[in-house]
Protein backbone atom coordinates (compact mmCIF):
# COMPACT_ATOMS: atom_id res chain seq x y z
CA UNK A 1 0.00 0.00 0.00
CA UNK A 2 2.91 2.14 0.24
CA UNK A 3 3.78 2.28 -3.41
CA UNK A 4 0.26 3.39 -3.48
CA UNK A 5 1.94 7.06 -2.82
CA UNK A 6 4.30 6.38 -5.57
CA UNK A 7 1.87 5.30 -8.48
CA UNK A 8 -1.14 6.93 -7.90
CA UNK A 9 -0.60 10.00 -9.97
CA UNK A 10 0.31 7.54 -13.17
CA UNK A 11 -3.01 7.79 -15.84
CA UNK A 12 -3.70 4.21 -16.19
CA UNK A 13 -3.66 4.77 -20.23
CA UNK A 14 -0.51 6.43 -19.95
CA UNK A 15 2.28 4.10 -22.03
CA UNK A 16 5.16 2.61 -20.61
CA UNK A 17 7.30 5.10 -21.95
CA UNK A 18 5.06 8.39 -20.44
CA UNK A 19 5.92 6.52 -16.98
CA UNK A 20 9.64 5.46 -17.57
CA UNK A 21 9.98 9.93 -18.40
CA UNK A 22 8.43 10.55 -15.64
CA UNK A 23 9.80 8.32 -13.17
CA UNK A 24 13.56 9.52 -14.84
CA UNK A 25 12.58 13.31 -14.55
CA UNK A 26 11.60 12.82 -10.94
CA UNK A 27 14.96 10.55 -10.27
CA UNK A 28 16.89 13.55 -11.73
CA UNK A 29 14.58 16.02 -9.42
CA UNK A 30 15.63 14.40 -6.49
CA UNK A 31 19.02 13.58 -7.21
CA UNK A 32 18.90 17.48 -7.83
CA UNK A 33 17.77 18.77 -4.19
CA UNK A 34 20.88 16.08 -3.06
CA UNK A 35 23.41 18.04 -4.68
CA UNK A 36 22.24 21.10 -3.58
CA UNK A 37 22.09 19.86 0.08
CA UNK A 38 25.73 19.09 -0.18
CA UNK A 39 26.47 22.07 -1.87
CA UNK A 40 24.84 23.67 1.68
CA UNK A 41 25.99 21.43 3.69
CA UNK A 42 29.64 22.17 2.61
CA UNK A 43 29.40 25.71 2.59
CA UNK A 44 28.01 25.86 6.06
CA UNK A 45 30.98 23.54 7.13
CA UNK A 46 33.31 26.09 5.61
CA UNK A 47 31.56 28.98 7.45
CA UNK A 48 32.36 27.23 10.63
CA UNK A 49 35.77 26.66 10.32
CA UNK A 50 35.92 30.36 8.98
CA UNK A 51 34.31 31.63 12.72
CA UNK A 52 36.84 28.97 14.44
CA UNK A 53 39.91 30.23 12.91
CA UNK A 54 38.78 34.11 11.92
CA UNK A 55 40.74 33.35 8.62
CA UNK A 56 39.33 33.24 5.19
CA UNK A 57 41.74 31.97 2.36
CA UNK A 58 43.36 29.66 4.32
CA UNK A 59 39.77 28.21 5.21
CA UNK A 60 38.11 28.05 1.95
CA UNK A 61 41.10 28.07 -0.74
CA UNK A 62 39.79 27.14 -4.17
CA UNK A 63 36.62 24.89 -2.51
CA UNK A 64 34.10 27.26 -1.96
CA UNK A 65 33.31 27.75 -5.57
CA UNK A 66 33.21 24.15 -6.34
CA UNK A 67 29.69 22.92 -7.18
CA UNK A 68 28.12 26.59 -6.86
CA UNK A 69 26.22 27.65 -9.49
CA UNK A 70 27.99 30.43 -11.87
CA UNK A 71 25.90 32.85 -10.75
CA UNK A 72 27.22 33.11 -7.17
CA UNK A 73 30.62 32.55 -8.11
CA UNK A 74 31.92 36.17 -8.13
CA UNK A 75 30.33 36.54 -4.61
CA UNK A 76 32.52 34.32 -2.97
CA UNK A 77 35.66 35.81 -4.83
CA UNK A 78 34.51 39.09 -3.04
CA UNK A 79 33.69 37.15 0.06
CA UNK A 80 36.79 35.63 0.26
CA UNK A 81 38.36 39.17 -0.08
CA UNK A 82 36.66 40.76 2.61
CA UNK A 83 38.68 41.27 5.32
CA UNK A 84 36.47 42.34 8.08
CA UNK A 85 34.13 39.38 9.68
CA UNK A 86 30.97 40.87 9.58
CA UNK A 87 31.54 42.03 5.85
CA UNK A 88 32.39 38.44 5.44
CA UNK A 89 29.90 36.93 7.45
CA UNK A 90 27.01 39.06 5.33
CA UNK A 91 28.52 38.32 2.26
CA UNK A 92 28.22 34.42 2.91
CA UNK A 93 25.06 34.86 4.14
CA UNK A 94 23.91 36.37 0.12
CA UNK A 95 25.82 33.34 -0.90
CA UNK A 96 24.85 30.75 1.05
CA UNK A 97 21.31 32.02 -0.21
CA UNK A 98 22.00 32.32 -3.81
CA UNK A 99 23.09 28.38 -3.19
CA UNK A 100 19.07 28.08 -1.74
CA UNK A 101 17.40 29.85 -4.47
CA UNK A 102 19.59 28.12 -6.71
CA UNK A 103 16.95 25.46 -6.34
CA UNK A 104 13.66 27.53 -4.73
CA UNK A 105 14.03 30.01 -7.02
CA UNK A 106 12.90 27.80 -10.11
CA UNK A 107 10.33 25.66 -8.07
CA UNK A 108 8.40 27.28 -5.20
CA UNK A 109 6.11 25.22 -4.26
CA UNK A 110 2.09 25.60 -2.67
CA UNK A 111 -0.21 23.09 -1.75
CA UNK A 112 -1.44 22.34 -5.48
CA UNK A 113 1.93 21.85 -6.29
CA UNK A 114 2.94 19.51 -4.31
CA UNK A 115 -0.35 17.57 -4.74
CA UNK A 116 0.75 17.34 -8.45
CA UNK A 117 4.02 16.19 -7.74
CA UNK A 118 3.72 13.74 -4.95
CA UNK A 119 3.00 10.91 -6.41
CA UNK A 120 5.80 10.94 -8.66
CA UNK A 121 9.05 8.60 -8.31
CA UNK A 122 11.55 6.66 -9.54
CA UNK A 123 12.46 2.89 -9.97
CA UNK A 124 15.39 2.90 -12.32
CA UNK A 125 17.98 1.05 -10.83
CA UNK A 126 21.23 1.87 -9.97
CA UNK A 127 25.03 1.92 -11.31
CA UNK A 128 26.72 0.65 -8.26
CA UNK A 129 25.59 -2.56 -6.89
CA UNK A 130 26.98 -1.77 -3.11
CA UNK A 131 25.64 1.39 -2.57
CA UNK A 132 22.49 1.22 -4.97
CA UNK A 133 20.47 4.23 -5.10
CA UNK A 134 20.26 4.80 -2.06
CA UNK A 135 22.87 7.18 -1.55
CA UNK A 136 24.52 9.35 -4.64
CA UNK A 137 27.91 9.70 -2.89
CA UNK A 138 30.52 8.16 -5.38
CA UNK A 139 33.92 10.38 -5.74
CA UNK A 140 32.74 10.59 -9.57
CA UNK A 141 29.76 12.05 -8.77
CA UNK A 142 31.00 15.16 -6.18
CA UNK A 143 33.39 15.56 -9.10
CA UNK A 144 31.61 16.20 -11.84
CA UNK A 145 28.42 17.48 -9.38
CA UNK A 146 29.65 21.06 -10.78
CA UNK A 147 29.04 20.48 -14.37
CA UNK A 148 25.77 18.42 -14.44
CA UNK A 149 23.98 20.92 -11.94
CA UNK A 150 24.63 23.75 -14.09
CA UNK A 151 22.82 22.35 -16.60
CA UNK A 152 19.72 21.37 -14.70
CA UNK A 153 19.98 24.51 -12.66
CA UNK A 154 19.60 26.60 -15.66
CA UNK A 155 16.40 24.63 -17.22
CA UNK A 156 13.15 26.32 -16.64
CA UNK A 157 11.21 24.81 -13.35
CA UNK A 158 7.74 22.10 -13.89
CA UNK A 159 6.28 24.44 -11.42
CA UNK A 160 5.30 27.83 -11.16
CA UNK A 161 5.69 29.38 -7.31
CA UNK A 162 4.32 31.73 -4.76
CA UNK A 163 6.69 30.90 -1.58
CA UNK A 164 9.76 32.78 -0.14
CA UNK A 165 13.04 30.07 -0.14
CA UNK A 166 14.28 29.55 3.50
CA UNK A 167 17.08 31.52 5.13
CA UNK A 168 20.35 30.23 5.57
CA UNK A 169 19.53 30.30 9.63
CA UNK A 170 16.51 28.22 8.76
CA UNK A 171 18.35 25.67 6.70
CA UNK A 172 21.33 25.52 8.92
CA UNK A 173 18.94 25.05 12.10
CA UNK A 174 16.55 22.39 10.37
CA UNK A 175 20.35 20.41 9.22
CA UNK A 176 21.40 20.64 13.14
CA UNK A 177 17.33 19.10 14.47
CA UNK A 178 17.37 16.59 11.48
CA UNK A 179 20.85 15.29 12.25
CA UNK A 180 19.85 14.66 15.92
CA UNK A 181 16.71 13.31 15.48
CA UNK A 182 17.94 10.86 13.07
CA UNK A 183 20.87 9.26 15.44
CA UNK A 184 18.10 9.30 17.93
CA UNK A 185 15.79 7.17 15.77
CA UNK A 186 14.89 4.25 17.19
CA UNK A 187 15.28 0.48 15.89
CA UNK A 188 12.06 -1.34 15.85
CA UNK A 189 12.35 -1.50 11.73
CA UNK A 190 15.21 -3.64 11.54
CA UNK A 191 12.98 -7.39 12.34
CA UNK A 192 11.15 -5.95 8.64
CA UNK A 193 14.29 -4.82 6.52
CA UNK A 194 16.95 -7.92 7.37
CA UNK A 195 18.33 -6.73 4.10
CA UNK A 196 19.19 -2.86 5.09
CA UNK A 197 19.62 -4.42 9.10
CA UNK A 198 22.81 -6.35 7.67
CA UNK A 199 24.68 -3.18 6.01
CA UNK A 200 28.24 -3.51 6.53
CA UNK A 201 29.85 -0.79 8.68
CA UNK A 202 31.92 0.59 5.66
CA UNK A 203 28.69 1.61 4.03
CA UNK A 204 27.38 2.83 6.95
CA UNK A 205 30.05 5.17 7.14
CA UNK A 206 30.26 6.19 3.75
CA UNK A 207 26.28 7.09 3.91
CA UNK A 208 26.99 9.00 6.99
CA UNK A 209 29.79 11.16 6.06
CA UNK A 210 27.89 11.81 2.43
CA UNK A 211 25.74 13.60 4.34
CA UNK A 212 27.36 14.75 7.17
CA UNK A 213 25.95 12.82 10.02
CA UNK A 214 28.41 13.56 13.35
CA UNK A 215 28.07 11.35 17.07
CA UNK A 216 27.40 7.78 15.75
CA UNK A 217 29.79 6.02 17.00
CA UNK A 218 27.63 4.18 19.48
CA UNK A 219 25.42 3.33 16.51
CA UNK A 220 25.62 -0.13 14.95
CA UNK A 221 26.25 0.37 11.62
CA UNK A 222 22.26 -0.67 10.53
CA UNK A 223 21.16 2.45 12.35
CA UNK A 224 23.90 4.88 11.18
CA UNK A 225 22.71 3.69 7.81
CA UNK A 226 19.18 4.01 8.92
CA UNK A 227 19.92 7.69 9.94
CA UNK A 228 21.77 8.66 6.85
CA UNK A 229 18.72 7.54 4.88
CA UNK A 230 16.31 9.78 7.16
CA UNK A 231 19.17 12.98 7.17
CA UNK A 232 19.34 12.41 2.92
CA UNK A 233 15.68 12.27 2.68
CA UNK A 234 14.40 15.16 4.95
CA UNK A 235 16.98 17.46 3.83
CA UNK A 236 16.09 17.91 0.72
CA UNK A 237 11.98 17.59 1.65
CA UNK A 238 13.38 20.76 3.22
CA UNK A 239 14.35 22.13 0.44
CA UNK A 240 11.45 20.56 -1.92
CA UNK A 241 9.08 22.39 0.44
CA UNK A 242 10.68 24.96 2.21
CA UNK A 243 7.39 26.96 3.56
CA UNK A 244 7.13 23.81 6.14
CA UNK A 245 11.01 22.36 5.78
CA UNK A 246 11.42 20.47 8.67
CA UNK A 247 9.91 20.00 11.97
CA UNK A 248 10.45 17.61 15.02
CA UNK A 249 8.07 14.37 13.95
CA UNK A 250 8.57 14.17 10.28
CA UNK A 251 11.27 11.99 10.99
CA UNK A 252 8.79 9.35 12.73
CA UNK A 253 6.72 9.54 9.49
CA UNK A 254 9.56 8.96 6.62
CA UNK A 255 11.34 6.10 9.08
CA UNK A 256 8.56 3.00 8.57
CA UNK A 257 8.76 4.29 4.71
CA UNK A 258 12.58 4.01 4.27
CA UNK A 259 12.46 1.16 5.97
CA UNK A 260 10.10 -0.67 3.30
CA UNK A 261 11.49 0.91 0.68
CA UNK A 262 15.63 0.13 -0.26
CA UNK A 263 15.90 2.94 -2.66
CA UNK A 264 16.06 6.87 -1.49
CA UNK A 265 14.94 8.87 -4.67
CA UNK A 266 11.47 6.13 -4.24
CA UNK A 267 10.91 6.93 -1.07
CA UNK A 268 11.28 10.61 -1.24
CA UNK A 269 8.72 10.62 -3.13
CA UNK A 270 6.73 8.19 -1.30
CA UNK A 271 7.24 10.88 1.43
CA UNK A 272 6.02 13.74 -1.05
CA UNK A 273 2.95 11.90 -1.10
CA UNK A 274 2.49 11.23 2.20
CA UNK A 275 3.27 14.89 3.45
CA UNK A 276 0.71 15.99 0.84
CA UNK A 277 -2.19 15.18 3.35
CA UNK A 278 0.28 15.63 6.59
CA UNK A 279 2.05 18.63 5.76
CA UNK A 280 -0.63 20.99 7.33
CA UNK A 281 0.30 18.94 10.46
CA UNK A 282 3.08 20.75 10.37
CA UNK A 283 2.65 24.47 9.83
CA UNK A 284 3.40 27.17 12.39
CA UNK A 285 -0.02 28.97 12.59
CA UNK A 286 -1.44 24.97 13.08
CA UNK A 287 -4.93 26.03 11.60
CA UNK A 288 -4.74 22.07 10.10
CA UNK A 289 -3.93 21.11 13.76
CA UNK A 290 -6.84 22.71 15.26
CA UNK A 291 -9.02 21.55 12.85
CA UNK A 292 -8.57 18.33 13.23
CA UNK A 293 -8.69 18.37 17.13
CA UNK A 294 -11.70 20.19 16.98
CA UNK A 295 -13.27 17.09 14.96
CA UNK A 296 -11.80 14.72 17.47
CA UNK A 297 -14.06 16.53 20.12
CA UNK A 298 -16.73 16.52 17.81
CA UNK A 299 -16.57 12.83 17.78
CA UNK A 300 -16.31 12.31 21.84
CA UNK A 301 -19.08 14.82 22.36
CA UNK A 302 -21.56 13.38 19.72
CA UNK A 303 -20.73 10.09 21.16
CA UNK A 304 -20.68 10.54 24.67
CA UNK A 305 -21.85 13.60 26.19
CA UNK A 306 -21.06 12.42 29.50
CA UNK A 307 -17.26 12.32 29.35
CA UNK A 308 -17.02 15.37 27.15
CA UNK A 309 -19.28 17.02 29.98
CA UNK A 310 -16.51 16.36 32.05
CA UNK A 311 -13.62 17.06 29.70
CA UNK A 312 -15.89 20.97 29.92
CA UNK A 313 -15.46 21.23 33.01
CA UNK A 314 -11.66 20.29 32.84
CA UNK A 315 -11.61 22.99 30.63
CA UNK A 316 -10.01 20.14 28.12
CA UNK A 317 -13.12 19.79 25.76
CA UNK A 318 -10.70 21.00 22.84
CA UNK A 319 -8.71 17.77 23.28
CA UNK A 320 -5.34 19.21 23.49
CA UNK A 321 -4.44 16.38 25.18
CA UNK A 322 -4.00 13.96 21.95
CA UNK A 323 -1.88 16.53 19.91
CA UNK A 324 1.11 14.47 19.19
CA UNK A 325 -1.54 11.69 18.32
CA UNK A 326 -2.73 14.05 15.64
CA UNK A 327 0.64 15.24 14.66
CA UNK A 328 2.47 12.02 14.41
CA UNK A 329 -0.21 9.73 12.98
CA UNK A 330 -0.26 7.71 16.38
CA UNK A 331 3.48 6.38 15.61
CA UNK A 332 4.36 7.08 18.97
CA UNK A 333 1.47 5.11 20.15
CA UNK A 334 2.05 2.75 17.67
CA UNK A 335 4.67 -0.17 17.47
CA UNK A 336 6.26 -0.15 13.80
CA UNK A 337 3.61 -3.35 12.68
CA UNK A 338 0.64 -1.60 14.42
CA UNK A 339 1.79 1.67 12.34
CA UNK A 340 2.05 -0.03 9.13
CA UNK A 341 -1.68 -2.08 9.45
CA UNK A 342 -3.36 1.87 10.39
CA UNK A 343 -1.38 3.46 8.06
CA UNK A 344 -2.92 1.50 4.85
CA UNK A 345 -5.98 0.99 6.16
CA UNK A 346 -5.87 4.89 6.43
CA UNK A 347 -4.31 5.23 2.77
CA UNK A 348 -7.14 2.43 1.81
CA UNK A 349 -9.83 4.64 2.91
CA UNK A 350 -8.21 7.44 0.94
CA UNK A 351 -7.81 5.57 -2.12
CA UNK A 352 -11.24 4.22 -2.02
CA UNK A 353 -12.18 7.92 -2.11
CA UNK A 354 -10.32 9.21 -5.04
CA UNK A 355 -11.61 6.03 -6.83
CA UNK A 356 -15.46 7.73 -6.13
CA UNK A 357 -16.35 4.41 -3.96
CA UNK A 358 -18.63 4.88 -1.20
CA UNK A 359 -20.68 7.87 -3.37
CA UNK A 360 -23.67 5.88 -3.97
CA UNK A 361 -26.21 4.75 -1.23
CA UNK A 362 -26.06 1.20 -2.04
CA UNK A 363 -22.04 1.17 -1.93
CA UNK A 364 -21.80 2.46 1.30
CA UNK A 365 -24.73 0.24 2.57
CA UNK A 366 -22.41 -2.76 1.19
CA UNK A 367 -19.55 -1.01 3.29
CA UNK A 368 -20.80 -0.18 6.41
CA UNK A 369 -18.33 2.02 6.72
CA UNK A 370 -18.36 4.69 4.12
CA UNK A 371 -14.64 5.72 3.45
CA UNK A 372 -12.85 8.86 4.87
CA UNK A 373 -10.22 11.17 4.42
CA UNK A 374 -10.53 10.99 8.80
CA UNK A 375 -10.68 7.57 9.60
CA UNK A 376 -7.21 8.07 11.85
CA UNK A 377 -9.15 10.85 13.60
CA UNK A 378 -11.98 8.71 14.43
CA UNK A 379 -9.55 6.01 15.85
CA UNK A 380 -7.89 8.94 18.05
CA UNK A 381 -11.18 9.32 19.49
CA UNK A 382 -12.15 5.73 20.22
CA UNK A 383 -8.55 5.66 22.06
CA UNK A 384 -9.94 8.08 24.37
CA UNK A 385 -13.90 6.97 24.76
CA UNK A 386 -12.20 3.47 25.39
CA UNK A 387 -10.71 5.18 28.51
CA UNK A 388 -13.75 6.97 29.50
CA UNK A 389 -14.01 5.34 32.66
CA UNK A 390 -10.80 6.84 34.22
CA UNK A 391 -11.07 9.82 32.66
CA UNK A 392 -14.06 10.34 34.42
CA UNK A 393 -13.55 8.79 37.71
CA UNK A 394 -9.73 9.49 38.06
CA UNK A 395 -8.63 12.48 36.66
CA UNK A 396 -9.26 16.38 37.83
CA UNK A 397 -7.25 18.10 34.85
CA UNK A 398 -6.02 18.02 31.82
CA UNK A 399 -2.04 17.24 32.63
CA UNK A 400 -3.33 13.64 33.91
CA UNK A 401 -5.35 13.28 30.73
CA UNK A 402 -2.72 14.07 28.74
CA UNK A 403 0.10 11.51 30.57
CA UNK A 404 -3.23 8.76 30.57
CA UNK A 405 -3.22 9.48 26.15
CA UNK A 406 1.28 9.07 26.46
CA UNK A 407 0.76 6.24 28.73
CA UNK A 408 -1.16 4.41 25.49
CA UNK A 409 1.93 4.01 24.07
CA UNK A 410 2.42 -0.04 24.00
CA UNK A 411 -0.76 -0.77 25.29
CA UNK A 412 -3.10 -0.51 22.13
CA UNK A 413 -5.13 -3.22 20.92
CA UNK A 414 -5.14 -2.08 17.28
CA UNK A 415 -7.48 -4.61 15.32
CA UNK A 416 -9.74 -3.51 18.60
CA UNK A 417 -8.87 0.39 17.46
CA UNK A 418 -10.20 0.03 13.93
CA UNK A 419 -13.32 -1.70 14.88
CA UNK A 420 -14.32 1.09 17.08
CA UNK A 421 -13.24 3.49 14.66
CA UNK A 422 -15.32 2.31 11.86
CA UNK A 423 -18.13 1.63 14.29
CA UNK A 424 -17.50 5.66 15.24
CA UNK A 425 -17.75 6.26 11.83
CA UNK A 426 -20.89 4.02 10.61
CA UNK A 427 -22.65 5.87 13.54
CA UNK A 428 -21.37 9.86 13.16
CA UNK A 429 -19.92 10.28 9.57
CA UNK A 430 -22.58 11.88 8.55
CA UNK A 431 -23.88 13.78 11.22
CA UNK A 432 -20.47 15.05 11.68
CA UNK A 433 -19.94 16.20 8.01
CA UNK A 434 -23.43 18.49 8.01
CA UNK A 435 -22.65 19.92 11.06
Known amino acids: MI?????RSYDLTSSKKERDDTKTQNRKEYEKLR???RRLLKHNDGLFKLNESGETSSVYGGSLTEGMDSTGSEDVVSARE?????????????ECRSLIDGYVGSKRITDSAIASDSDSSDSDSSEDPEVSQTF???????????????????SPSKIDVQSQPPSREDFTTWQRIIRLDAVRANEEWITYSPTQAAVSEPKARRAAEAVGLKDYDHLLPSRVFHAARLV????AYALYDPEIGYCQGMSDLLSPIIAVMTEDHEAFWCFVGFMKKARHNFR???VGIRRQLNLVSKIIKYKDSHLYRHLEKLQAEDCFFVYRMVVVLFRRELSFEQTLCIWEVMWADQAAIRA??????WSRIRQRAPPTDDLLLYAIAASVLQRRKQIIEKYSSMDEILRECNAMAGHLDVWKLLDDAHHLVVTLHDKIETT
Do not use: M
Open 356 to 361: GIGKSA
Open 136 to 154: DFTESTQDNENDVSSKEDS
Open 35 to 37: RQC
Open 82 to 94: SLSSEDSFHNNED
Open 232 to 235: AILE
Open 3 to 7: LSLFF
Open 284 to 286: LDE
